[in-house]
C-alpha cells in the first residue's frame, strides 16, 4: 500500500528525531506499508474513527496517525509522546488535517 504525508512537517519531525528513532520509524512505517489493515498492536491501534496511531517504541515514544484515503496510507500527524494517556491536542490535529482531506 502506498503512503504519503499530508504535509512536510511530518518528514520534517521524522529526520529531527535521534538516530535510532529515526530507524526505529522508518521501519515501523515500511511494515505499515507492508502489511495495511492487517498491522495491528504493538505496531499500530484504532484510535477513533479513521484514525489509526503508529506506535514507535523507545527512549523517545513516537506517535504517528495515520488513515487509509482512496487506496493509500495518509500520515495526518506525528509527535512525541511524553505521558501515558493520548494527548487530545494531538488528536484534534489529526482529526483537522482528515476532515480537510476528506473535502479534497
Known amino acids: 500500500m502506498n503512503i ?4 512536510n512537517k511530518i518528514d520534517n519531525f521524522i529526520t529531527s528525531l535521534e538516530k ?5 520509524a522508518l521501519r515501523t512505517i515500511d511494515l505499515l506499508e507492508r ?7 504493538p505496531h499500530s491501534k484504532k ?7 503508529l506506535r514507535v517504541r523507545g527512549n523517545q515514544e513516537i506517535r ?6 482512496k487506496n493509500e496510507i495518509v500520515m495526518l500527524h506525528a509527535f512525541v509522546k511524553k505521558k ?7 488528536l484534534d490535529i489529526a482529526i483537522k488535517h482528515l ?6
Open 35 to 41: 502489511f495495511g489493515n492487517d498491522l495491528g498492536i
Open 99 to 104: 476532515k480537510s482531506l476528506v473535502k479534497l
Open 64 to 69: 504517528i496517525f495515520y488513515t487509509f484515503h
Open 4 to 7: 504519503r504525508f499530508f504535509n
Open 84 to 90: 501515558q494517556k493520548l494527548p487530545m491536542q494531538e
Open 20 to 24: 535510532i528513532t529515526i530507524a526505529k
Open 47 to 53: 484510535v477513533c474513527k479513521g484514525i489509526f496511531e
